[in-house]
């Protein structure tokens, strides 16, 4: 057990969620050095971090702007200085329509859209803001998610909001399955012939994904990439191919409170902080202390571990690190996060757009 | 889409995470009058609605006092007038044990233990108290979660309990497996043999669960029940046989923000609002106005309909109320909850205990 350990044991109490401001600067640099090599301009994804502070950091080293999935999130984003944002998602119903319209008026907004409905209703919006507002149409490369499923769809839905009093068609949302990019380029050089054929054009042309990074600038056409969990990483990026655990800039502090049998051990960490995310991996986190103790199963405040494969074993009152499966959840459990840089503790930083549902 | 479901979009948006009232009290007085049917004390754990005026409504119907999984909820609680606290959970290290003195200078407190080490620091906390502090010792009858695993171990941290310096044994605390409670008889008698030749006794006899409602006072000697998911109801108690859909008084309002290809649609409520925990049931949720349609999957902020096994299909716009599989994580990811009764808006209660990790 650490001097940092206990300190944050101290300070905080267990379980903290814990980030490294090193290891998330050298994450920030990173993903800009990629877009910038590719000539793709960085819109990452605030998701994972929800924090306006660190949404400035990736803006000062040199991101366009960034994605939000919630109305929510861009309003704090815009509130913490933030100008330029995408929400990649559907905004619906009056309520969303009217604050929407409002931060249209103070900073540059797009929106996704994948069906006509969502775009009938976004001039009201634009209404409100009193200028245009950009709209691109969200795209299903292959991954079975939201998005029009056909290049002609999305053309379809393209001349719809170049048709629609207030909007302006920006281009197109995707977010190719890791191995889809040549399936992907179908998609959008098909979708550019029906766009020019009806005097269009896609200004944008997004990209999405951390374990796509490495595939940045591979869609030909391309202008931009959203990239949300590499800003901490996790153990999902480390199975992916795109992180090691060095990288991994997030660690949940928990204490074994408890020794329930020899071969048996209880974190004060479950569902509740680590979320029941497993991402397709085996156990709930990655022990550094005790890489071979598995995070079997959780109750909602209780981590329990399987320490039969695992020589060294830990005590009652002990200080572990786990590194989640899934960090974009796990942040979204906390109102802050504790700040360290190395063995050093420096502070807090609020996690501002949490719990922004809507 | 009702008028009501209109109205909570209007004004809240959507996801909304919605209780009606009426069915909050039914099933308070529900798990009051079980207790008083059986002779024992209710005690019902405060993790699944984390909030203060939920809790007092549970005092006002009859209960002793309630139960906490964290210090950071009985803080709360204590601030919002409840005076009677079991923490069914080992509260360990230095900043924990100094905040649970404070608390117990101002309410009755309750802790539990099942190791030297939680007990040999539980002290401190009674001397900041300046008086002596209830331990109950947690015991594991079949669930392999926490607790000490044989009657002779209990009783030996009984013992540890009774020789401490401003520590009072105050009895046992267990979580019967709904099948195991002739096992769970076994290990109280001979916990209870015991103790009398050690001089003890076991004041509180606490049963847990509230798939264990219709088995409050099977154990004799039990005293006290601690029963959380009542209050709400969730997919998971209706698969136990505890409870109805009608019961269920948490519902998850979404919007239908796609309907990305015929026998697909997709939610605005995903593992950030639902959150991941499936608790062993086909599917993410109910949906009350599609209850052939099947919510496969979870991205963050998307929730993935299958539809193809239900002809009546929402269109996009659409809001629909979802029966969360686990109801406790849900009202964990938020910082309200919207009121109902019946088809009436209320207004909002706060969900004070959340977020509180420590």
């Known amino acids: ?4 350990a206990e300190e944050i044991a101290r300070v905080y109490g267990t379980p903290a969620v814990v980030i490294d401001l090193d290891k998330v600067e050298a994450n920030i640099a990173r993903l800009q050095a990629a877009c910038d090599a590719a000539g793709v301009a960085n819109r990452p994804h605030i998701k994972t971090h929800k924090s306006p502070e660190l949404a400035r950091l990736q803006v000062a080293a040199g991101a366009r702007g960034i994605t ?12 913490g200085g933030i ?29 996704a859209a994948d069906n006509p409905v969502t775009i009938a ?17 969200e795209c299903d490369t292959g991954r079975k998610r939201a998005g029009v499923e056909t290049p002609g769809e999305a053309v379809e839905l ?20 890791e191995t889809g990019w040549p399936a992907t380029q179908d998609f959008l050089d098909t979708a550019n012939a029906g766009l020019r054929e009806a005097g269009l054009e ?4 997004s990209t999405g994904g951390s374990p796509n990074i490495p595939n940045i600038g591979k869609l030909k056409g391309s202008t931009e990439h959203r990239s949300g969990t590499s800003i901490f990483n996790d153990r999902m990026q480390i199975a992916a191919g795109v992180a090691s655990l060095e990288d991994c ?9 408890s020794r329930a049998g020899p071969e048996r051990g209880i974190l004060d960490s479950g ?39 695992s020589n060294e074993r830990p005590n009652v009152g002990e200080v572990v690190r786990v590194v989640p499966n899934h960090v974009c959840v796990v942040v979204n459990m906390v109102d802050r996060l504790v700040t360290v840089r190395g063995d050093k503790l420096i502070g807090e930083l609020p996690v501002a757009a949490r719990g922004k549902l809507t």
């Open 249 to 257: 800039a997030l660690t949940v502090y928990a204490t074994v409170v």
């Open 83 to 111: 100008d330029d944002i995408l929400i990649s998602y559907n905004i619906l119903g009056e309520e969303k329509l009217g604050r929407l319209g409002a931060l249209q008026r103070r900073v540059r907004m797009i929106v």
């Open 202 to 205: 896609a200004g944008i042309v």
């Open 1 to 4: 057990m650490t001097a940092l």
């Open 271 to 309: 569902s509740k902080t680590l979320t029941s995310d497993k991402g397709g991996l085996d156990g709930h986190g990655y022990i550094l202390e005790y890489p071979l103790a598995r995070i079997a199963q959780f109750a909602e405040e209780h981590g329990f571990l399987d320490l039969s494969g």
């Open 68 to 79: 939000c999935q919630k109305l929510g999130e861009a309003e704090v984003m815009a509130d």
């Open 158 to 177: 393209a001349k719809q909001i170049a048709a629609s009093k207030g909007l302006t068609f920006a281009g197109f949302l995707m977010y190719p399955p």
């Open 121 to 137: 209703g976004l001039p009201k919006a634009a209404e409100i803001a009193g200028r245009n507002l950009e709209v691109v149409v």
